[in-house]
């Protein structure tokens, strides 16, 4: 490998945030953290190990994630509860607050909606930060475990990957024929994964997840959501992401009503005109 005299020189020159988002909408998070205070459980939704499970939240309602009996993570879709063509945008999410969502990020729906379907309220491993292997929690840079890439590698024909979970989990509740619900299924957010890019390789990794029995992560709906929850065929993900021989266990879903908020609505959608300067 030949490199230019001003190879060094090109790799100092100093980085530019692609979307500073400064200007964007602020939640207002204290309003909304008293308002999950108060907040009483209407539903809960149980995920087995190696399966997916749907939920429902209407606007305005949270919905929790929650690690009940081992260390599992959780591959999470969402979608508008009236509308499957508005779904979460996991590479806008990351584009406009990182890798992974800390309290106080939206998380970010399709074009041409572009707008907050859900806010992070509270994470009970917002302690955790970034480590020494730049690895942190909550990513939206894994795309999901599927039985393509799976074929692709090892040759294998495996049905409990997150993607076909998901699949079977979205055909069930909405009647539909796998075929029919699979183009809906999307790049997830990977719930509990605690993930990060090599620093020699630049390749993603996971590494053995913090989460705990008691630990939890909440949601405010911005819109109506219809959710679907893959307890990852890994268990913690600390060897394998694809596996029957991992530690797995359980995720429970609650959905939770805190009334009436004063001075929330749900977001309109984005105001772009939608001409493409046509």
Not at 121 to 127: G, P, R
Not at 150 to 161: A, E, N, P
Not at 235 to 251: I, K, N, R, V
Request: proline share 8%.
């Amino acid at each position: 490998m030949i490199q230019p005299p001003d190879a060094e020189a090109r790799r100092a020159v100093a980085p530019v945030i692609c979307y500073p988002n400064d200007t964007l909408p602020r939640p207002d998070l204290a309003g909304y953290s008293a308002a999950l205070a108060r907040a009483t459980v209407i539903d809960t939704v149980t995920v087995p190990p190696r399966e997916a499970a749907t939920f429902r939240v209407p606007a305005g309602g949270f919905f929790r994630i929650a690690s009940v009996d081992g260390p599992q993570v959780g591959d999470l879709n969402l979608w508008h509860a009236e509308d499957l063509g508005e779904r979460f945008y996991s590479g806008k999410t990351r584009a406009l607050h990182g890798t992974h969502v800390n309290v106080g990020d939206r998380l970010w729906s399709s074009f041409p909606h572009l707008r907050p379907m859900a806010t992070v309220v509270q994470d009970s491993l917002d302690w955790y930060g970034i480590d020494t292997f730049g690895g942190a929690v909550h990513d939206v840079i894994g795309t999901r475990c599927d039985p393509y890439t799976g074929h692709l590698l090892s040759g294998v024909q495996y049905h409990q990957c997150c993607h076909s979970n998901l699949v079977r989990a979205l055909a069930a509740e909405l009647g539909m024929s796998p075929k029919e619900a699979e183009p809906h299924v999307h790049d997830v957010l990977n719930v509990f994964m605690c993930t990060g890019f090599t620093r020699d390789t630049g390749q993603y990794f996971m590494k053995a997840s913090p989460v705990r029995p008691g630990d939890s992560w909440t949601c405010l709906a911005e819109v109506p959501l219809l959710g679907a929850l893959s307890a990852c065929p890994g268990g913690d993900c600390s060897a394998e992401h694809t596996s029957d021989a991992a530690a797995c266990y359980p995720l429970r879903v609650e959905v939770l009503d805190a009334g009436d908020m004063p001075g929330w609505a749900p977001p309109a959608r984005n105001g772009y005109d939608g001409s493409h300067g046509l």
